[in-house]
């Protein structure tokens, strides 16, 4: 049986950590704020919300939501990301994306303030992550996959870590983060050919292909770490379930993360932590 990697108890010491860090700041009069600017009501983008919200409050973060209607021109989108870029009293802007398709996402994307980018979607944050240079924020959740494994004590350097998806917001950083740490990475994608030959060979395996159950028996093997990221509510039950097939991970591999209660509660620990870390860096 697995050990389950809980994101539950990583949170709540970032959390404890992001807290002292903002009492010191807020003791010379500067509270960290989080600016959240969603477009629509989505309710993927509602929950997410929700969650970094609760986490920011826990760890004395003021949350400010700007939120815009369904159909705002990419004119007043533009503008209000610079109005928050402009805002002195925000230290970190959290853009909920995808955007609906008539919007240039890419734009706004690259429009953030480098400095205020505590979710690391700008150029210059991935670049910091693929340099090492510490530039900018890294993307909360490819982050959290690093903090997780530290938590548990799971060793990196000198690991074989293979990390299935290559987006820039998980699969990428997390790779970058993973060899950071001296893992040797392998990253699959839709394009990869005898992918469980690969997985299997893992001693780390990060899924984030955001395909429900796609991790079966067939790409385990027994000793392996296997980190989840993947989320996705199943439609008839509409219980949360990640890329891992659970219950044919969980009997065989050494360590595992749950879904939900993983990877997912981490992230907004982080996305707190980053926003704390901007308001300290202004000083
Ligand atoms: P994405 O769709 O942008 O990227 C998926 C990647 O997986 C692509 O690079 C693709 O090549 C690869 N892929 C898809 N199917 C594959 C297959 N069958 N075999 C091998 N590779 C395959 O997704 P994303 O934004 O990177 O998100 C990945 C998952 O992580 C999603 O389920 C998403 O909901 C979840 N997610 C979780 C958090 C969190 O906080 N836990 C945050 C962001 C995203």
Redesign the pocket.
Known sequence: MAMLLKGGPVAAALTEKTAALTESLVIRGITPTLAVLRVGERPEDLSYERGAMKRCAAAGVAVRSAALPEDVTQETLMETLEDLNQDEAIHGILLLRPLPERLDGEAARQALRPEKDVDGVTDGSLAGVFTGSGQGFAP??AQ?VVVLLDYYGMEMRGKRAVV????L???RPAAMLLMERGATVTI?????ES?PEITRGADILVA????MG?VGPEHLAPGQTVID????QEPETGALRG?VCFEAAEPLVKALTPVPGG??AV?SAILAMHTAQAAKRRL
């Open positions: 909360c959740t959290a299935v998806g290559r987006s917001v998980v699969g699959c994608h839709s394009g990869t992918l984030a292909a955001g395909c796609m990221v993947g989320i996705h890329d990877v997912g992230t």
